[in-house]
């Protein structure tokens, strides 16, 4: 049924491909994840009688003996980067867990190197630094040159018949254990030397699907988010945002008697199972999810005829040989940043449908569904935070099932590291300012700058419309210096042509801007887009013809 959707797309006129495609990817891959089966009718009476924790929604711990039990933040690997994205040519700077880090790629050792981003001389960044001729990472300030052990190699301001200076510990930059693993490199927030080898014996959450050759290679996305970690998480373990948050942009059908509103949420049953230190498991109509700390949350659906208590999808009118178990994963990968400051690397992984759109033209998708509910979240982050972290539960109230995941996270949080991140001695615990909108949701910075793909789109779109507009004033100069022997039509042709091209230019221009810059978004004036036609093709082929 997605495939149908998605072969349908293809049938459109070329102009129109991309936006559609990038919503119906977007959608098939996010959109399922909320559908659920249940025809409830809402019954508002039922909230009456509810205090905040109401029957059904308690949360299990398996409790191991108490103090003990904190959660170590800087004990587990964090995901840096998918390797695709890395630029082996010039050091690359990331903040971690509040940690600066920069990142370069040692030729010497073939492996990527993760070093604090401080030179020990002056505290230079190294990051703004370079590869020198020997493949070592030099600071640009005085030219310390550093190997992959983080050992100094040249101080070149010491005469060399003098001490050998370099060989001070204080001469070396602080390395921190990487491992390589499902595309993207890890590293662990502690340089200490007992860490060295700790990638031998303690490995990052491992997902087989992405290194299966039977699911599509995902596409990998990174963004940079302007809110904290723990509102990031609490919103990717909340399905009943997504009809009203990204009402417009991820939409299904559902049968419309059992919807109370235009947008059509529902009573959602989400049952957390299992909670202990390390994170929990839940079940939902539609799959169940896994939270793994500190970064990994996954959401995992199965349909499909091998598995009896799977939820069906409509495969029944599908050829036989198509009649496999399907299973859709959507991965998210939340790293705290900074207060206030997180970022999301997110894969979704499927073993089903025809063909994955390239790889920016998926990021448009995904960037437009994490702008549409940002500006709510950085706001919210900030009453959460006038309220004390660990008050999350006296300020809010969350009386249905729906909410089951995110008042497990909140516990989880409370119970184990005091309500927040545990950020060293690094922060005080004040949220930075909120910027002006256009700098909230600037998408240049916190995706494409740092995007192989988009980086690449965007050069090749900015070179299409210069050349664009060069035909358009090229026919105009032309049709002008051969006026007196053209005819009249002629000249309509070519006028029509050079305003054609100048319209389209000035089209991508727009394009451009809205997706690769900035677009501001308005959830009062946000209607169904057209597009959602497409999107009652996806979930019920029988409405399709
Ligand atoms: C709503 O729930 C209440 C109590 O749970 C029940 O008495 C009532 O009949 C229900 N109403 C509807 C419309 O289902
Ligand atoms: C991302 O972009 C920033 C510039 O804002 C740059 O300093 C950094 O090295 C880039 N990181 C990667 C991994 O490309
Ligand atoms: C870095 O230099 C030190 C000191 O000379 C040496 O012991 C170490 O093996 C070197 N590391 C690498 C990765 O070359
Ligand atoms: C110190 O510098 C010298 C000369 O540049 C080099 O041979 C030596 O390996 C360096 N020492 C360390 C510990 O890297
Ligand atoms: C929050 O609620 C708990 C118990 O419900 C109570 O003990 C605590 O004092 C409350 N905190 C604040 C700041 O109101
Ligand atoms: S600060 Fe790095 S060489 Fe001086």
Known sequence: ??????????????????????????????????????????NSSSFSKVSTEPEGLTIPYVDNEGETDKFDWHSHWYPVMALC????????????????VVVWWDRN??????????????????????????????????????????????????????????????????????????????????????????????????IPELDDPSYYPPTISTRDIPYGYEVLIENLMDPSHVPYAHYGIMTWPSDESSLADREGGRPMEITVQTLDTNGFFAKEEAGYSKFSLPCLFYFVREFGPSNGSA??????????????????????????????????????????????????????????????????????????????????QNVTFVPTKADAMVIAFRKWLRKYSGGQVDWGTKFSGYLPPTPPKEQLLDRYRSHVLNCSSCRKALKGLKALQVTLQVISASIVIAAAMKQDVMSMAAKVVMVSAAMLFFAVSKWLSHFIYK???????????????????????????????
């Open 1 to 42: 049924m997605v495939s149908m959707a998605v072969v349908s797309v293809l049938q459109l006129p070329t102009g129109l491909h991309d936006r559609v495609f990038i919503f119906v990817t977007t959608v098939c891959l996010l959109a399922l994840r909320y559908r659920t089966r249940s025809k409830h009718k809402f």
């Open 109 to 206: 050792e073939k492996k990527w190197q993760v070093f604090e981003d401080k030179c020990p001389h002056r505290l230079a960044p190294l990051s703004e630094g370079r590869i020198d001729q020997w493949g070592r990472l030099q600071c640009v300030y005085h030219g310390w040159c550093f190997n992959g052990s983080g050992d100094c190699k040249v101080i070149p301001q010491a005469p060399p018949d003098g001490p050998p200076v370099n060989a001070s510990k204080k001469a070396c930059v602080a390395v921190y254990p990487t491992i390589e693993q499902n595309q993207i490199l890890w590293f662990w927030p502690n340089s200490a030397y007992q860490y060295n080898d700790i990638a031998a014996n303690e490995k990052p959450p491992y």
């Open 85 to 100: 994205d890395l630029d082996k040519k010039v050091p690359n700077a990331k903040k971690i867990l509040g940690i600066d």
């Open 311 to 392: 939820p069906s999808g409509s495969i029944k009118e599908e050829p036989l040989e198509n009649l496999r178990q399907r299973r859709m994963l959507l991965i998210f990968m939340c790293v705290p940043v900074s207060p206030g400051n997180s970022r999301l690397i997110s894969l979704f992984p499927v073993n089903y449908g025809p063909i994955v759109p390239p790889r920016w033209v998926a990021h448009l998708g995904q960037n437009l569904v994490i702008d549409s509910d940002l500006y709510l979240l950085h706001m919210q982050e900030h009453k959460i935070n006038n309220a004390g972290p660990s008050n999350w």
């Open 515 to 545: 997706n690769f810059y900035f677009r501001d978004y308005n959830h009062a004036l946000s209607k169904k887009k057209w597009i959602s036609l497409f999107f009652i093709n996806i979930s019920s082929p029988s409405r399709s013809k």
